[in-house]
């Protein structure tokens, strides 16, 4: 059983920056997702396992960016020129599957996940 434990979670300001990070060992290819109550769960960010091979949401490309620690253990999103629409409730999900990048995309692709932290952009 794998463990995903994120941290980095809290209030900024628009315009402000925060990293999140997610820790799990394992050969895993890892993503962000998001969450607002009422709504379904939306893909953010993924890393493929080994590789720079990255993937954005069009709602963050640009301003976040996604990247793995030297150890491949810890995954990282940096969130920068954080706007109020990027508040929700941050998952680290990982898979074991070797998909095709675009499938990276769906949550129903991940088997494991964290217990989320909240991110709320206010001023």
């Known amino acids: 059983q794998v463990q995903l434990v994120e941290s980095g979670g809290g209030l900024v300001q628009p315009g402000g920056s925060l990293r999140l990070s997610c820790a799990a060992s394992?050969?895993?290819?890892k993503a962000w997702f998001r969450q607002v109550p009422g709504k379904e769960r939306e893909f953010v960010a993924a890393?493929?396992?080994?590789?720079?091979?990255?993937l954005y949401a069009d709602s963050v490309k640009g301003r976040f960016t996604i990247s793995r620690d030297k150890t491949k253990t810890t995954v990282f999103l940096q969130m920068d020129n954080l706007i109020p629409e990027d508040t929700a409730v941050y998952y680290c999900?990982?898979?074991?599957?070797?998909?095709?990048?675009?499938?990276?995309?769906?949550?129903?692709?991940?088997?494991?996940w964290g217990q989320g932290t909240q991110v709320t952009v206010s001023s």
């Open positions: 999900a990982a898979t074991a599957r070797r998909l095709i990048l675009s499938s990276l995309r769906s949550s129903l692709q991940y088997d494991y």
């Open positions: 890393v493929r396992y080994g590789t720079t091979t990255t």
């Open positions: 394992g050969t895993y290819d």
